[in-house]
């Protein structure tokens, strides 16, 4: 009798765990990993650099990398999950009369409980993201503030509004460099600027990135806040434009540094990882090649994808293929930095986000756009 009652409670848990994540667009909630790893790969470049040219003006990341990628990591996820909440509970009334298919319009999850989730994320980020370092709380706290400022007001200005969704993403994305760069101390700031300048590339500036990244987001936020207009106006095109430029910016540095067959005689001329023989330079250089076809491919693969969907799909559908291009974007830096700061370890973190790519393609089976 009691296995009996069980049944419906049980179903009912798995209900409201569904429509809980349905709230917070589960898919999406796995791009903070993917921006928070491609900022810690252009601090590392950065870092590496600055060691090859001489005593070491970054924090060294190695002894403790995964521990402040993982914290850097949760608290983007709590951030936007937050942001996800705050979405729903604003835009709840709007909702009742045009998406009545949510879940907070349906009942299947109340709205005292998506209010008591938002207070303890945005406690819990400002939190784990002080015990970073100084720097990465005020970034966190930044985030915070335009998103509420957005969620407040900010959104019912179209430009406006977009520019404060872009500076959230990007700050996403530095949260990533300061988790690894000691970038609290002005005399390692120094340092890490001054090694950026050293870099073979322009894109594997942190700055530089975090800018084009914000760019990014812009245009597709834009774009989005076309979605329930019945055709593609000028502002979804300037959108996808301005997305697509962003992209196709860093394409063109790294197409420039495929001319990497002078690789060996750079690699030779520094220390990379205790390089030492023949061998080690190129396989070195063998590496370096490949992330910079991937590299290229990513950004190719994001371009592509959003010129097809601008010809042929709704504004809605464009704004998921340009927020789904977010992972390819991350994942292109990664490669990037690879390249710019002559080390390999980047590369894993550009497999990583092509990897989180294709699972949030197949979460959005179970939890699709709505």
């Given amino acids: 009798m009691n296995s009996v009652a069980e049944v419906p409670s049980s179903t009912s848990a798995r209900s409201s765990s569904r429509a809980l994540l349905e709230t917070l667009r589960a898919p999406l909630l796995l791009s903070p990993i993917a921006d928070v790893t491609a900022g810690a790969a252009l601090a590392y470049a950065t870092w590496a650099t600055a060691t090859r040219a001489g005593p070491p003006l970054v924090a060294d990341p190695t002894s403790s990398l995964g521990l402040r990628w993982v914290l850097a990591a949760l608290v983007g996820i709590a951030l936007l999950a937050a942001g996800m909440a705050q979405n729903a509970l604003t835009d709840l009334d709007d909702d009742r009369e045009a998406k009545r298919n949510r879940p907070l319009v349906r009942g299947d999850v109340s709205v005292e409980s998506i209010r008591r989730l938002w207070r303890v994320l945005i406690v819990a980020s400002l939190t784990v993201a002080w015990l970073i370092s100084d720097v990465a709380g005020v970034l966190a706290l930044t985030i915070v503030v335009l998103s509420a400022a957005y969620h407040h007001g900010l959104k019912n200005f179209r430009v406006v509004g977009c520019v404060a969704l872009g500076a959230c993403r990007a700050a996403c994305l530095a949260l990533g460099a300061v988790a690894v760069g000691r970038y609290d101390d002005l005399a390692a700031l120094e340092g890490a600027m001054a090694a950026s300048r050293e870099l073979e590339m322009l894109g594997g500036r942190v700055p530089v990135v975090v800018l084009l990244y914000g760019l990014y987001v812009f245009g597709a936020s834009l774009h989005a806040s076309t979605d329930d207009e019945p055709e593609i106006s000028s502002w979804s095109l300037a959108g996808t434009l301005i997305a ?127």
């Fill in 244 to 370: 697509a430029g962003a992209m196709g910016f860093l394409l063109c540095d790294l197409v420039l540094f495929l001319r990497i067959e002078a690789a060996p005689a750079v690699l030779g001329s520094v220390t990379v990882g205790g390089l030492s023989t023949a061998a080690d330079l190129e396989r070195m250089t063998q590496l370096l090649i490949a992330a910079g076809v991937l590299g290229v491919a990513c950004w190719f693969t994001g371009i592509f994808r959003a010129a097809r969907a601008a010809h042929r799909l709704p504004p809605g559908a464009i704004t998921g293929v340009l927020l789904s291009n977010l992972y390819l974007f991350d994942a292109a830096v990664c490669f990037h930095a690879a390249q710019a700061g002559l080390v390999t370890l980047p590369i894993a973190g550009g497999l990583l986000a092509l990897t989180l790519f294709g699972v949030s393609r197949l979460m959005l089976r179970s939890f699709p756009p709505t």
